[in-house]
């Protein structure tokens, strides 16, 4: 009889031919977690195949479409779905607590977080003010930069960019976060918010020199590449961060601005989708721990910017238990016909 090792239980249970890895778990009283009943609807089952995995089944077309809507890697599996063939297997429970409960939850209602897109990063930065909160007064600082955030986010949201990221007077903007959205369109689109920003700078700048304010000054770096979208806060749904290294070289090369006395630089992926229409000043380059990054200066872009209207972020209607409750109620439905 095949065997089942199961972490973090530190135990091994033996499960029959054509029983489910869950229900040989639960059979042992390990508490693995299974909302809707093992129906392939929750993924609250959900388990890392450690060793054995060409001893299960292959996937079912329901774990497929769930796999997919989550994009599971192909050792993340469910355990109601997966049978054992022959030979042993080993297991790590993924779903312990009801904080992980609510990752789950937050998977669901925002399809967002946890997967990895290709988005474009934008990141903005007040320079110059290293000890603005040191000669002015509280309310000078919170007036000036209070007038500052709110423009940005307004431009931002205008371009169908989200603010994602806060630090001092640093931000960090997403664009291309809506469903189906064109690598090319959302990267021209952060392009003209930055260049929207600057401008509103420039005219904040005045408003703030008649009031006896010093002049704030904006640098910008833009870069696109792929970065996971993970959940900050599992009660805010709409607030997730991008995470990997196009972040970190997006601050890059906002960073690379003081010494070029530039104020919005691009990277070579950026400029790439913007070229029919950017004005670029010079080009140069950045070095990186992957070795060197052309970079480019936009002073502006020609024509219009692409309309953007509002579409699907990946935003579901109804929470986790919302959608195991009404499947349930579906399923119940079925089994009542057939009888």
């Not at 192909?74 to 997966?82: G, Y």
Request: net charge negative; proline share 4%.
């Amino acid at each position: 009889m095949a065997q089942v090792s199961c972490l973090p239980d530190n135990q091994t249970v033996p499960i029959n031919s054509g029983e489910t890895i869950l229900e040989a778990l639960t059979t042992a009283e390990i508490p693995i977690t299974h909302v809707c009943g093992g129906q392939a609807y929750c993924s609250t089952c959900r388990i890392m195949l450690l060793e054995g995995i060409e001893n299960c089944t292959q996937p079912t077309q329901a774990e497929v479409a769930l796999a997919k809507s989550l994009d599971f890697p192909f050792h993340v599996r469910l355990a109601c779905q997966t049978k054992v063939t022959e030979g042993n297997v080993s297991v790590r429970r993924l779903i312990l607590d009801q904080e992980d409960i609510s990752i789950v939850d937050h998977q669901f209602v925002s399809k967002l977080s946890g997967n990895r897109k290709l988005v474009a990063l934008l990141v903005a930065r007040i320079r110059g003010i290293h000890d603005f909160d040191e000669v002015n007064f509280p309310y000078d600082v919170f007036y000036v930069m209070s007038r500052y955030f709110q423009s940005a986010n307004q431009i931002i949201s205008k371009y169908g960019g989200s603010t994602n990221n806060y630090l001092g007077t640093t931000l960090v903007a997403t664009f291309g976060l809506e469903d189906d959205a064109n690598p090319q369109e959302f990267t021209e689109r952060a392009v003209w918010a930055g260049l929207e920003m600057l401008k509103a700078v420039k005219g904040l700048n005045e408003f703030l020199t008649q009031l006896s304010y010093s002049p704030i000054s904006l640098s910008l770096g833009i870069h696109t590449g792929p970065v996971v979208l993970v959940a900050v806060d599992t009660q805010n749904q709409q607030l997730v961060t991008p995470i990997g290294k196009a972040v970190n070289l997006a601050s890059l090369i906002e960073s690379a601005n003081k010494e070029g006395n530039t104020q919005l630089l691009v990277s070579e992926s950026v400029y790439r989708q913007i070229q029919a229409k950017a004005v670029s000043e010079r080009t140069g380059r950045l070095t990186t721990s992957d070795g060197e990054l052309k970079i480019f200066a936009i002073s502006t872009l020609e024509g219009e910017a692409p309309p953007f209207t509002a579409k699907n972020t990946g935003l579901a209607e109804s929470s986790l238990l919302k959608r195991v409750a009404g499947f349930m109620e579906r399923f119940a439905g079925r089994k009542s016909k057939q009888r």
